[in-house]
């Protein structure tokens, strides 16, 4: 049986407020990984927190941290709807209808949010690829 969740997202400071059926309350950034039933790092592996791993050498585990800053600030530029839509879907890992339930839009609203999201993003980031 799956237990009831919800999650908020406050657009002014990009954090997440995620509660559980029990009444407990976790506060979660925006960049965090670690916000979803999927474990840490939520569907897509934690993409913004680069984990120190023993498998980096010291001048890898900088230039990780120095992409998941550039991420971050990008994320930073988009409008709060895409915004929302992209750290309730890639950073907290909810599915297309757990976001649009979370924003109280229909998840092709979400879809169309992700999609001008990425395509902002991508500009955006252009130059780490």
Known sequence: MRSSTSIAFNSRNGSLLGSSASGSTSAVTGCASGASRAGPGGRHGGLIE???SPELQPDEQVEARDIA???RAALATLPASQGAAATLFYLAGLTHRET???LGIEPGAVKNRLHKARGNLRRELYQLW
């Open 69 to 71: 800053a550039r991420i």
């Open 50 to 52: 680069p984990a120190d």
């Open 100 to 102: 649009a339930a979370a």
